[in-house]
């Protein structure tokens, strides 16, 4: 069974310019997040969705970054524009439904670098 | 509010055993979780237990959970060099959201 599937695993902008992340989550997978990771920190999560419904996105930083989740798959997370404090790793997670015991499967992750 | 703290590095001697400790303050979490993450990968689900345990043993894992103290530690015996990774420690206190609360992580360097 193949895992999440992030794209790119490595980006480097100048800041003011856009970026785009990419995932594909495990088939069947109904709940997909975007973690944001910075340098020696654990994840936070910036946006979940339940099918492509966003029912969680109040740490999204609404004024430059925006995600969606068309047709309830895969999902895009854009930066526009970037800045340097958005240097991180922006992981992707899925699990087969919200509850359960809660295990996520992350990606191998997304990293910016902001020039 | 909802926070996880870790320690953050332990070395250990490769078959040594290793105990990374955590704290967490959300004492309706339904389940409390350990991920590995090695370098440049993404975290993965190393083991978990649920909050009406008090241990859970797995292979050379075991997790030990003080509800009353709301301590959380993960036990790795025989400890090898391929244990070298960060462990986080999370919780999850809205149970029915999958919103995980992850510590900082805590980088154990296994020395051969």
């Known amino acids: 069974e193949a895992g999440v599937v992030q794209s790119p695993r490595y980006k480097i902008i100048e800041k003011k310019q856009p970026v785009a992340f990419w995932c594909n989550p495990i088939s069947g997978h109904n709940t997909l997040y975007w973690y944001l990771q910075n340098l020696g920190q654990g994840p936070e999560l910036l946006i979940r969705y339940e099918n492509e419904e966003a029912v969680d996105d109040s740490q999204l930083p609404k004024d430059r970054f925006s995600a969606e989740r068309l047709k309830g798959v895969d999902s895009t997370l854009k930066i526009q524009p970037a800045e340097l404090g958005d240097s991180a790793v922006y992981l992707c997670?899925?699990?087969?439904?919200?509850?359960?015991?809660?295990?996520?499967?992350f990606g191998e992750g997304s990293r910016l670098t902001v020039l | 509010g909802e926070d996880v703290e870790q320690s953050l590095f332990l070395s250990v001697r490769e078959g040594d055993s290793s105990v990374i400790n955590c704290t967490y303050t959300d004492s309706s979490s339904t389940y409390l979780y350990w991920y590995k993450q090695e370098p440049g990968a993404g975290l993965q689900l190393l083991t978990y237990?649920?909050?009406?345990?008090d241990m859970k043993q797995d292979q050379r894992l075991t997790v030990l959970l003080n509800k009353k103290d709301k301590h959380l530690s993960l036990r790795i015996a025989d400890t090898q060099t391929g244990d070298s990774a960060i462990y986080f420690c999370?919780?999850?206190?809205?149970?029915?959201?999958?919103?995980?609360?992850f510590g900082q992580g805590t980088t154990l360097q296994v020395k051969p």
């Open positions: 237990i649920f909050s009406n345990m």
């Open positions: 999370a919780e999850n206190p809205s149970s029915n959201t999958g919103k995980l609360i």
């Open positions: 997670a899925s699990s087969p439904r919200a509850g359960g015991n809660g295990e996520l499967f």
